[in-house]
C-alpha cells in the first residue's frame, strides 16, 4: 500500500504546473502547484486570502495581461509562468506590466529640467516602443522637437531610424488631433439638433401663461466645496477644464489617476455638475482602455512572431512629418 501511494505521489507530481501568482496591486508573490486552472484558481484565492464574495477571479499573464481560461492553453505555458488575480469587476491595467510600463510609477520629481525630461522619454522607448501609445501629447511633443543627432546618440540608433521614430511619434499626435476633431464635430452637430428641436417645440406650443418668480433658496452648499477635495494636480485639472476631449492629452498615468477619482469631488474641483464628471470619467476609462489594448496586442505578436524579443526599430514605418 505505501509503494502504491508512493507512485500515485510521483504521478500527480508529474501533472502539476508550477506557477507564481499575484494580485493586481500587490507586490507580494505565491508560488503555488496545480494540474488545472481550476485547482490553481482556488489555490490562488487561498494564498491572496481573496474574499469569497469577489469571486469568480479572472487569471491573467503577467507579463502582458492576456486571460487564461483553457486548461490546454494553460498546459502549454511553462513551469514558474507569472499570473496575476483579478478580482471580481477588477480590469488588468498597465501597473500588471512586468516590464515596459513600469515607467508609469516614476515620480515626476525626477524630472528636473527639459534636457532629463527627453532623456526619461527616450529611455522608456528604448526599454519597449510601444510605451509610444501610452504618452500624452505634451511627451511626444517633446521627443519630436528634440535635434535627430541628440536622439540618435541617446538611442544608440542611426539618424535614419531616429527619422522613422520622430514620423511615426508624429503620426500618432496626428491621429489624436483627428480624432479630438472628430469628437467636436460631432458634439457641435449634436448641440445644434437639441437646439433646432427645442426651437420647433415653442413653435409648436401655445403662449404659456407667464410664470410666478420662485424664491431662491440657499443651501448653504457650492460647486466649490472645499470638504471635496481632490488628488488630482492643477496641471491634470487645467487640461480637463480647458482641453477638448481631455482624455486624448493625458497619458495613461494621469487617466488612471481621473477614473480613481470619486465623481462628485471631481465635479466639485471643475465646476461641473456630477454627471458632467461622470461621462468624462468613462470617456477617460474608454481611452485607457484602448491604449492599453494595443499595448496588449504588440506585446502578444511580438511574443509569437519574434520570440519576445524587442520590436526592430525599422519595422516602424515611414511617414512625412507633417508640420
Known amino acids: ?46 494564498v491572496l486570502a481573496i474574499d469569497k464574495a469577489r469571486e469568480p477571479i479572472t487569471l491573467v499573464l503577467a507579463e502582458d495581461g492576456t486571460i487564461v481560461d483553457d486548461d490546454d492553453y494553460f498546459l502549454c505555458l511553462p513551469s514558474n509562468t507569472k499570473f496575476v488575480a483579478l478580482a471580481k469587476d477588477e480590469k488588468w491595467s498597465s501597473k500588471s506590466l512586468d516590464r515596459g510600463t513600469s515607467w508609469l510609477s516614476e515620480s515626476a520629481d525626477e524630472v528636473d529640467s527639459a534636457a532629463e525630461k527627453w532623456k526619461q522619454l527616450a529611455r522608456q ?137 470619486d465623481a462628485a469631488a471631481l465635479a466639485s474641483a471643475l465646476g461641473w455638475d456630477k454627471q458632467k464628471a461622470e461621462a468624462l470619467q468613462e470617456a477617460c476609462d474608454q481611452e485607457l482602455s484602448k491604449r492599453l489594448k494595443q499595448v496588449q496586442t504588440l506585446h502578444s505578436l511580438r511574443s509569437t512572431s519574434k520570440g519576445k524579443k524587442t520590436l526592430p526599430w525599422g519595422d516602424w514605418p515611414s511617414a512625412k512629418r507633417k508640420k
Open 1 to 46: 500500500k505505501a509503494p502504491w501511494g508512493t507512485a500515485e505521489r510521483q504521478c500527480m507530481a508529474g501533472r502539476m504546473k508550477r506557477c507564481v501568482v499575484r494580485r493586481r496591486d500587490g507586490p507580494e508573490q505565491h508560488g503555488v502547484a496545480a494540474s488545472c486552472l481550476r485547482e490553481l484558481r482556488d489555490k490562488a484565492c487561498g
Open 125 to 261: 522607448l528604448k526599454d519597449d516602443l510601444s510605451n509610444i501609445i501610452l504618452m500624452s501629447e505634451g511627451d511626444l511633443q517633446v521627443l519630436i522637437d528634440v535635434p535627430r543627432s541628440d536622439l540618435a546618440e541617446e538611442l544608440d540608433q542611426s539618424e535614419t531610424k531616429i527619422q522613422v521614430l520622430q514620423d511615426t511619434l508624429q503620426q500618432v499626435l496626428d491621429r489624436r488631433e483627428e480624432e479630438r476633431q472628430s469628437r467636436q464635430l460631432l458634439q457641435l452637430y449634436l448641440e445644434a439638433l437639441k437646439t433646432e428641436d427645442s426651437i420647433l417645440r415653442k413653435v409648436a406650443e401655445p403662449e404659456a401663461a407667464p410664470r410666478k418668480e420662485m424664491d431662491v433658496v440657499d443651501t448653504g452648499t457650492s460647486s466649490t466645496d472645499a470638504s471635496a477635495a481632490t488628488a488630482l494636480s492643477n496641471q491634470i485639472l487645467a487640461a480637463l477644464k480647458e482641453k477638448p476631449a481631455p482624455e486624448l492629452c493625458l497619458d495613461s498615468q494621469d487617466l488612471e489617476l481621473v477614473l480613481k477619482e
